[in-house]
């Protein structure tokens, strides 16, 4: 557990506003988001000391700061840029494809990627570290200083803008994190290939411990090498699907909070499950609306009616119990 007065999760990342076009031509400008705040309001429920470390521009509006607020998250970890907010435009096409224009220049996204000089010392007790999807510096940064200067658990959220041309310097800090977890399309353009369960042990056989392949639509694949068990969960019934932006970074906001107090599978049913509240509205309003103990009762609901049953190997599948 992290020390006294500090948080035991520490979610580093980016804020932003977004602008969301839907495949009918809907549009729902200035949505808050940005991969920080979705993984630190996903992971409150099951770890309400978590906090996150994001820098600001200049115009962030009232609207966000407010939410940051409300939320009674830190501004601690919030330090000034003189630049603007990263502000983006998601459209949506007919098949759930997503397309992104950043209006910044492309040089306030590595500005507004958080460094190892703006980590708070009060959240250096930290047990887990998530560095998300940011400026790849940035991550090159943070995660050799976090495995030299504190004893947490570091996982990693690769952004896949960056991985052309730079798969040498990202299998560096893959094999210096403890947890990896890679979208589908970020783990073809690392390997080449779209076989999950290879690639969750290839990444692991380069030095994390637990990699979570996240698979929108198709749930996840987990790979614990502790114990050579692979895991595969659908996504968390019953939830609409308004807005898929912010989904992979709940689901490793909660997981990584989750993994404090249940094994790694069962955190990954808490990933899925805060991001079955992400996935129902636009941005992080959802997250910032819904009270925690509506997410934990979803979330226990549903693992008490599903079980892990073997499927061939060290393979186990989640289905409804009694199935």
């Known amino acids: 557990m992290a020390e006294t007065g500090g948080p035991a999760l520490i979610c580093l990342g980016n804020l932003t506003m ?123 940064d943070l995660v050799p200083f976090f495995k030299r200067q504190t004893a947490a658990r570091v996982a990693l959220d690769p952004q896949e803008d960056y991985i052309a041309g730079n798969v040498p310097r990202l299998a560096a800090l893959i094999s210096a994190v403890d947890i990896f977890l890679p979208s589908e399309d970020e783990v073809t353009k690392l390997t080449g290939c779209r076989d999950w369960s290879r690639a969750a042990r290839q990444f692991a056989g380069m030095g994390p411990r637990i990699v979570v392949i996240k698979r929108g639509g198709a749930g996840a694949l987990l790979y614990d090498a502790a114990r050579d068990m692979e895991f595969h969960l659908p996504p968390c019934p019953g939830a609409p699907v308004v807005d898929t932006t912010g989904a992979g970074d709940s689901f490793c906001g909660a997981f990584m909070a989750a993994l404090v107090t249940h094994p790694p599978e069962i955190a990954a049913l808490a990933g899925a499950t805060a991001a079955s509240f992400t996935v129902a509205g636009y941005g992080a309003a959802p997250l910032l609306e819904t009270p925690p103990e509506s997410v934990r009762a979803r979330f226990a609901a549903w693992r008490d009616g599903m079980v892990y049953t073997p499927e061939g190997g060290r393979r186990m599948v989640l289905r409804e119990r009694g199935a």
């Open 18 to 140: 977004d602008d969301v076009v839907l495949p009918t031509g809907e549009k729902r400008p200035g949505c808050i988001g940005g991969d920080a705040l979705y993984a630190v309001l996903a992971a409150r429920p099951w770890d309400p000391t978590a906090e996150m470390v994001a820098p600001v521009g200049r115009d962030l509006p009232q609207s966000v700061s407010g939410g940051i607020r409300d939320a009674n998250l830190s501004v601690a970890g919030l330090p000034a840029r003189d630049c603007p907010t990263l502000h983006n435009q998601v459209v949506y096409d007919d098949t759930g494809g997503r397309h992104w224009t950043l209006y910044n220049a492309p040089e306030d996204f590595d500005t507004l990627s958080p460094r190892s000089g703006d980590v708070p010392e009060a959240f250096l007790g930290a047990d887990r570290v998530l560095i998300s999807a940011m400026a790849l510096p940035a991550q090159e």
